[in-house]
């Protein structure tokens, strides 16, 4: 189990090479890419820029995968998530799931996802061409000041 909050990304062909590195009972590999959408209510997205409570955010991810590999019995799992500015159509978080079979493997990945978003703290703040915004969990807005 590997968790991280990063200027850069990994590779992510490096990343599935590890996890298949750890287990020869490993039957599934499951990814999740989370990508800076091009477009929002403000208009056209320039970038995001994320800012994390570090040392929380990396003890709530290292939580989140233990108890999920509790609960479905998945062999390994990695997330890395970006700080700083990602600009439009890059990648912002890479979660990869190793299980022996489908089945655990996708509802892992669900949880880890969807925990991720709304227990871990991490923030973003929507930078557009017509200003920005700081996004809440669901994508709501809780400014909509201009830039």
């Known amino acids: 189990m590997y968790a991280s909050i990063t200027d850069k990304l990994s590779k992510l062909d490096k990343l599935i090479g ?12 499951l990814v999740f890419i989370g990508v800076v959408r091009g477009i929002s209510p403000l208009g056209k997205v320039i970038r995001l820029e994320y800012e994390a409570h570090e040392k929380l955010a990396q003890n709530k991810l290292n939580e989140i995968l233990h108890d999920v590999k509790t609960k479905y019995g998945i062999i390994d799992a990695i997330v890395e998530h970006r700080k700083g500015s990602v600009s439009r159509g890059e990648d912002i ?16 990945l669900i949880e880890i996802v969807e925990r991720l978003k709304r227990e ?14 700081w996004i809440e969990e ?7 000041d201009e830039e």
């Not at 703290?121 to 915004?133: D, F, L, N, Q």
């Open 18 to 29: 590890k996890i298949k590195e750890g287990s020869e009972e490993i039957g599934a590999i």
């Open 93 to 108: 978080v890479y979660v990869v799931v190793a299980s022996r079979y489908r089945k655990e493997g996708f509802k892992a």
């Open 120 to 133: 871990v703290p991490i923030w973003k703040k929507e930078v557009t061409e017509h200003g920005y915004r």
């Open 138 to 144: 669901g994508g709501s807005s809780n400014n909509k």
